[in-house]
């Protein structure tokens, strides 16, 4: 394989654009050295490092966005300030993704792009109604996150195009959290995954909130039919169990019963439970 290493986006894009189906891009590489060594790309004939592009890199917040480019590892995450004032399920995500070395690598475009159910971001940019900026040598378009992926490991993305930076709505609730379930508390891939933000008035009715699901399902996604559920009441312990077997419904309509869904359902319904009560009472 040849091992190319750009020194901009416009050449990147321009590599992309006589190359993109014979070529696998590079980010933080922790999936595709995985891929490798299964020998799942031999079909490829290039390597597309893009981890250094400069146009990839930063975090600001301006005119009520957070911005946050896609080649942003998940220990810089975890370590801005910025993030954790306007989007803190990200950054608590980020404590819990994978191993510190792995951290150290990975990117938050990468982890998006590659459309793995289990992609831990993707729940909590979900929840900020998170657009990604979309690049390829004619131009640049703005797609939601949740549309990326359109199957489990298959993203919807041009083989000539690039994700340069996320687009998040800020933070504009008292309480946002984000939990998953794995086999073991560290280094564990996500067997399921919740972002969750919401408020409530002054007479104590929910006011907002968002719920998005991942890893269970075979693409994260908002669940809508929870948050209509539950907007203008008054949160009790049975409201939000109810909300949670909505929740646990809407999950097995989407992947169908399987042997799983006796523990998958209850997982789900327990794990909304365990995050909203008693935060929001």
């Not at 869904?261 to 789900?268: D, I, L, M, R, W």
């Amino acid at each position: 394989m040849n091992y190319i290493t750009p020194d901009n986006l416009k050449d990147a894009l321009n590599f992309l654009a006589c190359h993109g189906e014979d070529t696998e891009i590079v980010a933080g590489g922790t999936d595709v050295m995985i891929d490798l060594r299964a020998g799942k790309l031999e079909q490829k004939k290039n390597l597309l490092d893009i981890r250094n592009l400069a146009e990839l890199k930063g975090i600001d917040f301006k005119d009520e966005k957070l911005f946050i480019g896609a080649g942003v590892t998940l220990t810089e995450i975890n370590r801005s300030d910025t993030i954790k004032k306007y989007a803190p399920a990200l950054v608590k995500c980020s404590t819990t993704f994978a191993g510190r070395q792995i951290r150290n690598r990975a990117t938050i475009g990468g982890n998006v792009a590659h459309s793995s159910p289990c992609g831990d971001t993707i729940p909590p940019l979900v929840i900020h109604e998170a657009v990604a900026l979309i690049a390829n040598k004619t131009g640049e378009k703005l797609i939601p996150v949740e549309a990326i992926a359109s199957g489990p490991y298959q993203s919807s993305l041009s083989k000539d195009s690039i994700i340069v930076k996320f687009i998040l709505k800020p933070c504009r609730a008292n309480f946002t959290d984000f939990q998953k379930i794995g086999r073991r508390k560290e280094l564990a891939v996500s067997r399921m995954s919740m972002a969750i933000m919401a408020d409530k008035d002054e007479q104590g009715r929910i006011s907002f909130i968002r719920v998005s699901l991942g890893a269970c399902t075979p693409i994260p996604q908002r669940m809508d039919e929870v948050e209509q559920f539950l907007m203008g009441k008054i949160p009790t312990q049975d409201l939000i169990w109810d909300a949670g077997k909505i929740l646990a419904e809407k999950m097995a309509g989407v992947t169908g019963r399987r042997a799983s869904s006796v523990y998958k359902e209850p997982a789900v319904q327990g794990l909304f439970m365990r995050i909203l009560y008693p935060v929001v009472l």
